[in-house]
T-cell receptor
């Protein structure tokens, strides 16, 4: 069965540094991949979407890469700020399925 | 503020009670979803409605009963729940059903449900 892996340990970084979060999957490559941010007690908020034929997508301080050979997506936040502290979820959509499958998420903590 | 509104924000109920969760969106989205999320776990899909018709039921127990009265509203009726059903219940919407059309999902902030 399909498996999605995100770092279960929290990622601690200092303000101003670049945060890099990893999303790995097994078996089949998704048609596209989405990244969401979730704050405690709130619903996930959509950040970025990347298609299987795209290598990289950017939005302001955010960058997502997608490597179907490595079966991996990387999510980067440059010039990180304490306000970026949250849990980041990757979600995959596979050909033939009409729903998203979410990873467990990685908690990011940015200290001043 | 999110564009998907869920009420109530918190709900405490006994195992014999009947209650309903409500979700509303006015973005013209034609796909709506119910998810269940436990602490430190990802959202788990429960139901999908597409054009007001139930299209996916992820083998959810019958004590959860979804309803889509119109394209803007989604309800989840609860009856005879168990303590393990305590969780955050999230509603989401998208223009059409994700997966087929690369649409992001817009989530509400959920209802925190506690079963005594």
């Amino acid at each position: 069965s399909q498996k999605i892996e995100q770092n279960s340990e929290a990622l601690n970084i200092q303000e101003g540094k670049t945060a890099t979060l990893t999303c790995n999957y097994t078996n089949y490559s998704p048609a596209y991949l989405q990244w969401y941010r979730q704050d405690p007690g709130r619903g996930p908020v959509f950040l970025l979407l990347i298609r299987e034929n795209e290598k990289e997508k950017r939005k302001e301080r955010l960058k997502v890469t997608f490597d179907t050979t490595l079966k991996q997506s990387l999510f980067h936040i440059t010039a990180s700020q304490p306000a970026d502290s949250a849990t980041y979820l990757c979600a995959l959509a596979f050909s033939g399925y009409s729903t998203l499958t979410f990873g467990k998420g990685t908690m990011l903590l940015v200290s001043p | 503020d999110t564009e998907v509104t869920q009420t109530p924000k918190h709900l405490v109920m006994g195992m014999t009670n009947k209650k309903s969760l409500k979700c509303e969106q006015h973005m013209g989205h034609r796909a709506m979803y119910w998810y269940k999320q436990k602490a430190k776990k990802p959202p788990e899909l429960m139901f999908v409605y597409s054009y007001e018709k139930l299209s996916i039921n992820e083998s959810v127990p019958s004590r959860f009963s979804p309803e889509c009265p119109n394209s803007s509203l989604l309800n989840l009726h609860l009856h005879a729940l168990q303590p393990e059903d305590s969780a955050l219940y999230l509603c989401a919407s998208s223009q059409v059903v994700s997966g087929a059309s690369n649409q992001p999902q817009h989530f509400g902030d959920g209802t925190r449900l506690s079963i005594l």
